[in-house]
């Protein structure tokens, strides 16, 4: 059970606005969790108890995710290392520890790539390299999201089942990423 304080704020844009979560004390050095697809903020609830006695630490739904929901503006999931770099100008801090998993890691390593004197460090967990040859981990990729799209055509509840069984492992948190998946556009 989280004993954490979590305060919920927004990055407002045009036509939609960016929802993250900050707990831990204000000017503690600052670490970002940048959640895998389908998820949202919540996926590091079970970390925030630990980090947040040491660090400002900050979670984000990413766009199309929780409750960032896009509402057809122009902007779309390429966008996150700009909301990224804008949360940090929010909260006033120049440099932030980044840990990613999955999608998350991509992100986390672009937001690093365009902005490497705001990073002090960069964790990725469960991506790969974006500036590696990756042909065959892409192509891996498609096939999946093949699967994966198909059965979305045919029922989303299918897919946030099958989506929540092969992503994790326990029963208890295969239903809690069912539910962070039902919030997914």
Known sequence: ??????EHKQLQRTGYAIHYFASGQPGNPL????HPAFADHRAFDYQLDYFAQHYRVITIDLLGHGLS???????????????IRAIMDNEGYQRAHLVGVSIGALIAQYVTLLYPERIASLTALGGYNIN???QEVQKAQRDEALKWML???LSMNSFRRYVATSTVMKPAEQTRFYEMA???Q
Do not use: K, P, Y
């Not at 059970?1 to 979590?6: A, D, E, G, P, S």
């Not at 929901?69 to 909301?83: K, T």
């Open 69 to 83: 929901r896009f509402n057809g503006g122009q902007d779309n999931l390429d966008s996150s290392a700009e909301h």
């Open 1 to 6: 059970m989280m004993n954490t304080t979590i």
């Open 151 to 153: 059965r979305a055509l």
């Open 31 to 34: 670490i970002i969790f940048v």
């Open 132 to 134: 590696a040859d990756n």
């Open 182 to 184: 039902s919030d997914f």
